[in-house]
């Protein structure tokens, strides 16, 4: 019996003891940091991907970054979020903020238009950012598209698709959320991030103002006519004398769409026809349409060098 009595004195005074020891832990211990709780609240307002385009390395990092500093969402605006006006003005509200969606959405353009021949048999790793580390990439063109798919792989939101005939990446902006994942992925930097209220885009990147040897541009690459310089009124083309290739204002572009008339090798086209077929030249080059097809029709010979 006295045995019992001790056991139980102990185990009543371990117990005592404990309960002082956390009263004073949680009196001397600080309280859960307001921040917190506020980053708990806006992560069930984010989208949750945890795909990391707004720079941080998920949606839980990137709501207390919000919770610290409201104006992260201006630096590193979550493209998702923009894209839902639900949780955009939920988003406001938890924040005192005011966003104007048109002013900061944007969307993926791939600055090529594809077509480049391949510069030879190519036996290495079906990747973009492999294929550029091997003598200058697989396809003739130094600065196109490669078309493995890279950008595909990483699109959150199934956007970009590879054209099977001219082997380059297409991105739907219907679909684009402007997340820019695809931007960082593209070893040769074709992808660009535009306002989504941009009228027109320049489908070619051949930098150099002369064609390097052996790596020429593709037969419908830009050829420096400055036609869509000469024919614009309104000053939203400018030339690139370095280049050799028209660069644009959009802010001064009113989309009356003589650029993308003249343009002998359909370079431009509109932001909304991005997705839509396009013939490789426009209607009143109806020769040169006819020579590409008779071109076709003759076996070249392909160069036997095997990249690997």
């Known amino acids: 019996m006295p045995d ?13 003891l404990c309960g002082i020891l956390i009263f004073v832990v949680n009196r001397v211990l600080p309280k859960e940091p307001g921040s917190l709780k506020k980053a708990q609240e806006i992560l069930e307002n984010l989208p949750n991907m945890n795909c990391g385009a707004c720079g941080f390395p998920g949606c ?17 605006t979550c493209a998702t979020v923009m894209q839902q006006e639900d949780m955009l003005h939920k988003l406001e509200e938890i924040l005192d903020i005011k966003m104007d969606p048109s002013v900061i ?14 510069a030879g048999r190519y ?46 990446a297409v991105v739907d902006p219907g679909k684009c959320n402007g997340c820019g994942l695809c931007v ?3 070893p040769r930097h ?31 690459g830009c050829l420096g006519c400055k036609k869509c310089f000469k024919v614009c009124e309104n000053g939203a083309i400018l030339w690139n004398e370095e280049k050799a290739m028209p660069e644009f204002d959009m802010s001064k ?21 991005i997705t839509k077929k ?31």
């Open 123 to 168: 036996n290495g790793i079906k990747t973009c950012r492999s294929a550029s580390k091997i003598a200058g990439g697989s396809r003739v063109c130094p600065y196109g598209c490669l078309g493995y798919g890279d950008c595909v792989r990483v699109c959150p939101n199934g956007a970009i698709y590879i054209d099977p005939e001219n082997k380059v």
């Open 278 to 308: 396009q013939d490789p030249c426009t209607p009143d080059s109806k020769e040169s349409v006819v020579s590409q097809k008779e071109e076709s029709k003759t076996p070249e010979k392909q160069n036997d060098i095997i990249l690997q």
């Open 190 to 220: 074709l992808i660009e991030l535009v306002p989504s209220n941009t009228n027109i885009i320049f489908r070619c990147s051949y930098e150099a103002p002369r064609n390097i040897p052996n790596r020429p541009k593709c037969d419908l």
């Open 253 to 273: 572009c009113v989309m009356c769409g003589k650029c993308i008339e003249v343009c002998p090798h359909n370079r431009l086209i509109a932001l909304s026809n």
């Open 184 to 186: 960082k992925e593209c």
């Open 60 to 76: 839980f990092a990137y709501a207390q970054a919000l919770a610290e500093d409201k104006n992260t969402f201006f630096s590193n």
């Open 4 to 16: 019992t009595v001790l056991v139980i004195l102990i185990l009543g005074g371990i117990g005592v």
């Open 105 to 118: 959405d944007k969307k993926a353009v791939v600055k090529c238009f594809g077509n480049s021949k391949p």
